[in-house]
């Protein structure tokens, strides 16, 4: 028999560094989850990917037990580390940060395609490249 779920807990840590501090521990401790325990698995399971922001879908379940889930790391941060700024415009409108091509945006889509909402590539670009504007992102013209 399945376990019943308890919660459901969605956080966005740096791999491979989990502590039991927040936002980890606050987010994990109302629901009496083995914290340190979590900070260990999740840092075993990231450390690979270390400098990204890794997103956990973490359930929760009745008899305190947990199970969770790693994401790609958000696009903002993809795109970020593609153009190799620091942070997006807080004007995009009229400040933009740099530019990015096409080609650079269908690769982002490729690796991100497991976590977004749509299986076709054109549509994931358009995802994508909606999120770089709204960073104040150029993005080249065919």
Known sequence: MAKKIKSVVKLQIQAGQATPAPP?????GQHGVNIMAFCKEYNDRTMSQKGFIIPAEITIYVDRSFSFVTKMPPVSDLLR????????????KTDKVGEISRDKLYEIAQNKMKDLNTTNLDKAVKIIEGTARSMGVQVEKN
């Not at 980890?24 to 994990?28: F, P, Q, S």
């Not at 580390?81 to 995009?92: F, I, T």
Request: proline share 6%.
């Open 81 to 92: 580390r593609a153009l190799g700024v620091d942070k997006g415009s807080g004007n995009p």
């Open 24 to 28: 980890v521990g606050t987010a994990l």
